[in-house]
């Protein structure tokens, strides 16, 4: 009886201890797994694997900014195969996994959990609206992010990097602009048609509070996205005597806003925010009128720009997808992908890719330059990363559609705004 006692405890301890040593050995591999067990001692994270470092993009390919969606998804896979082909960051091929969203919120959404959880960054979100609606994810996932979108209201947010100025501080410089160059002074009226949702809000506040300044009144037209007609725009502009037009909206806006002004005889200065241009336009009926009409504020140089750096981008793009447009989406595009290239090779080199201290990294920058326009400061998650602005304008034999007017430069009271 006892013997039988003591045979049954042997049996059941046994059966314990491999319990537990199997257990154990689950843990080990688990472990194995965890963030800083890579074969080279670099600490990962999701999308970080000994040979991957696995980016993501929620692009626009067939909505209103499908053009520019597509610039943006090849000069980031661009830049991609130029990194792999120099060996990669940290000893790892980059790949580049490419989300359409059409500028649906919620297809972006979808897009986002399905990506999300295999991904170090996310070098491309097109739209305002997309990353709003993302930025709480964002900010939980520690997921260093740089919209294809320049509101103001996406700033605060540490793994979220609006690049450049923001909509706000471009249409202080368009306003600027128009006082220096234009002959507008003090109780001159002007218009502003600009899109419902941040972008076209952001834009509105920036170009009120200059007005202001400039003892100038602004009418403001709100239009949506899927408006591509302005007559009824114009018509009452046109009637409230403007002496000049901000437009804040998509390139098929801009070119139905000038290309109907000058139809009927509403022939005054035109300048768009930067999304509001697109190189194609020049191959419109409203060509002649935009190289009469429009100027463009942005926080990069034309495409056209004698910037080495530049030059060196577009003549790769242009062999490397020949036939396509060489847009501000290109350089955007290129210009996001190479700052998150050095983010991720000094994230590397200070032992770790995982998200959290990729966005550690990147913050840190104060003075990020790739070449391709101004260097701009990461540094303080509640200022756009740049103050300074250039002025644009059309013409239809110049590589992108535009070329330079002004150099970079802030505008009088851009700082007076940002403080107050």
Request: glycine share 10%; net charge negative.
């Amino acid at each position: 009886m006892n013997t039988s006692r003591t045979t049954t405890k042997t049996l059941l301890a046994s059966a314990l201890a491999a319990l537990l040593i199997a257990g154990t050995g689950c843990s080990s591999k688990a472990d194995g797994d965890k963030p800083g067990d890579s074969a080279d001692g670099v600490k990962t994270g999701p999308g970080v694997t000994d040979d991957r470092i696995r980016l993501g993009a929620l692009t626009d390919l067939t909505g209103p900014y499908a053009t520019l969606g597509k610039s943006i998804v090849q000069a980031q896979q661009m830049w991609a195969d130029e990194t792999n082909a120099a060996g990669g960051i940290c000893g790892r091929k980059i790949e580049i996994v490419v989300e359409d969203h059409g500028y649906d919120v919620q297809k972006a959404v979808t897009a986002y959990a399905d990506l999300s959880a295999d991904v170090v960054a996310l070098p491309q979100v097109i739209g305002s609206p997309v990353v709003a609606a993302l930025i709480d994810d964002i900010e939980r996932d520690n997921l260093l992010t740089f919209p294809q979108a320049w509101a103001a209201s996406l700033l605060g947010k540490d793994p979220v990097q609006v690049l450049g100025t923001t909509y706000d501080v471009d249409m202080i410089a368009a306003v600027d602009f128009l006082t220096r160059t234009k002959g507008l002074k003090k109780a001159d009226t002007i218009g502003h048609v600009y899109f419902e949702g941040d972008y076209g809000a952001n834009a509105l506040e920036g170009s009120t509070w200059a007005a202001k300044r400039a003892g100038l009144k602004i009418v403001d037209q709100k239009i949506k996205a899927t408006d591509t007609d302005l007559s009824a725009q114009v018509s009452a502009l046109r009637e409230a005597g403007v002496k000049a037009v901000l437009i804040s909206a998509g390139p098929a806006q801009t070119a139905s806003l000038a290309g109907v002004a000058a139809s009927r005889g509403l022939r005054v200065p035109i300048v768009s925010s930067a999304p509001g241009f697109a190189p194609q336009l020049m191959k419109t009926p409203a060509a002649k009128a935009l190289e009469a009409m429009l100027n463009v504020v942005s926080a990069a140089p034309a495409v056209s720009s004698e910037l080495p750096g530049v030059k060196k981008m577009v003549s790769a793009y242009e062999k490397k997808y020949p036939g396509s447009p060489v847009d501000s989406g290109v350089l955007s595009g290129y210009n996001a992908a190479q700052l998150l290239g050095a983010d991720l090779k000094k994230a590397c080199e200070a032992g770790s890719l995982a998200r959290e201290d990729v966005v550690k990294t990147h913050r840190s920058q104060k003075n990020a330059d790739t070449g391709l326009g101004t260097p701009q400061d990461f540094s303080d998650v509640d200022r756009p990363a740049s103050v300074e602005t250039y002025v644009l304008k059309p013409d239809a034999k110049a590589v992108g559609g535009l070329v330079i007017a002004e150099d970079a430069h802030a505008a009088p009271g851009v700082e007076e705004y940002l403080n107050s």
